[in-house]
């Protein structure tokens, strides 16, 4: 240091001391460093410091930027360059778990359109894929994100999403899958429907209109007390216990042509019966009917053919079968009972 220029009197000496000062570095103030917890996205998680440092000060991390579900120590280490102390620092980094759902807007009623499969396409929040299960893989079987179709009843598919280690399980999701019968209730007459249990195969039936049970309704026939006019369908049972629904039948009253009936049936023997055709006359040109036993052996032919034929009942009890057969091939038959 330079002593500068003092001038003193006569009466006084000049004596210089020597001496040091020191700057000595500062403690950094206003830095903190927090802990912070996020929920998992996908996206890098990471902690920083508050506070602004000062000129000359830098900061660095370590075990910081994170993506997984956990608990992570973060370092953070304060250099202070010339000035300021060294620092270091530590935050705890919590990743956790996201929620995830599945929406599944499907409707799983087949059968009436001759599928054989169906993409399923329920989906997850998470964008993770759904696995399916079938309850009852005689109906149905799962084959990826689709049902391969067997025989017809009910079957649960159920819709979930396997375990990940970043998400908290969502809720399954299930859906009855309804395969129907097809083309197995068919109408007889105006008024009457029949299931076709050819195969001796089913024990109950439940018959609905316009989706509601029809009380009493509970045989392979079904007589209505006025023209059929609806959507017709059976709830049945097999032999085996299993429950399956028809496809639905929609009738419009007075469409129906075709179908023959005997009434009354029984009949008794040496009276007379009538024998009903519901078709016009125009196509009854051409047509004859055969009345044959049991056993096939003929009993009576009728060539001159209307909507309604009277004719003598067998004297001989016993079924006999009535066919009517029409010009262009077609062939409908009843049975008739003399007793």
């Not at 919590?94 to 059968?111: C, N, P």
């Not at 109408?187 to 109950?204: C, T």
């Not at 009738?251 to 009354?264: C, D, M, T």
Request: proline fraction near 4%.
């Amino acid at each position: 240091m330079n002593q500068g220029t003092l001038l003193a009197s006569t009466n006084y000496d000049f004596t210089y001391q020597k001496a040091d000062f020191e700057i000595t570095k500062a403690t950094i103030a206003g830095i903190t460093f927090s802990n912070d917890s996020f929920v998992y996205d996908g996206s890098v998680k990471s902690l920083s410091i508050a506070g602004t440092p000062p000129t000359g000060v830098s900061v660095s991390y370590v075990g910081n930027n994170k993506t997984e579900v956990g608990n992570y120590t973060v370092t953070a280490t304060i250099n202070g360059g010339n000035n300021y102390e060294n620092n270091t620092l530590t935050a705890l980094l919590e990743i956790t778990k996201a929620t995830q759902s599945i929406s599944w807007d499907q409707t799983l009623t087949v059968g009436c359109d001759g599928v054989t499969t169906i993409q399923l396409t329920a989906k997850s929040s998470s964008g993770l894929p759904i696995v399916y299960h079938s309850s009852n893989e005689s109906v149905a079987k799962i084959s990826g994100n689709e049902v391969v179709l067997f025989s017809s009843g009910y079957t649960e598919i159920t819709a979930s999403i396997a375990s990940n280690p970043n998400f908290i399980d969502a809720a399954t999701v299930s859906k009855v899958l309804n395969h129907k019968l097809t083309g197995m209730v068919k109408q007889k007459w105006d008024d009457v429907l029949i299931f076709d249990n050819s195969s001796d195969e089913f024990v109950n039936w439940q018959w609905y209109k316009d989706g509601q049970a029809i009380v009493g309704a509970q045989g392979q026939y079904y007589t209505s007390p006025t023209p059929l006019n609806g959507s017709y369908m059976v709830v049945v049972k097999d032999k085996n216990g299993n429950t399956m629904e028809t496809c639905p039948l929609v009738i419009v009253a007075g469409q129906h042509k075709g179908g023959v009936k005997v009434i009354p049936n029984p009949a008794r023997q040496g009276t007379t019966f009538t024998i009903k055709a519901d078709y016009p006359s125009e196509e009854l040109k051409g047509a004859k009917i055969m009345i044959t036993d049991i056993t096939g052996k003929l009993y009576k032919e009728i060539n001159q053919v209307s909507p309604e034929v009277v004719t003598q009942v067998p004297m001989v009890p016993g079924v006999y079968i009535i066919y009517l057969f029409l010009e262009n091939g077609k062939r409908e038959s009843v049975k008739l009972l003399v007793n």
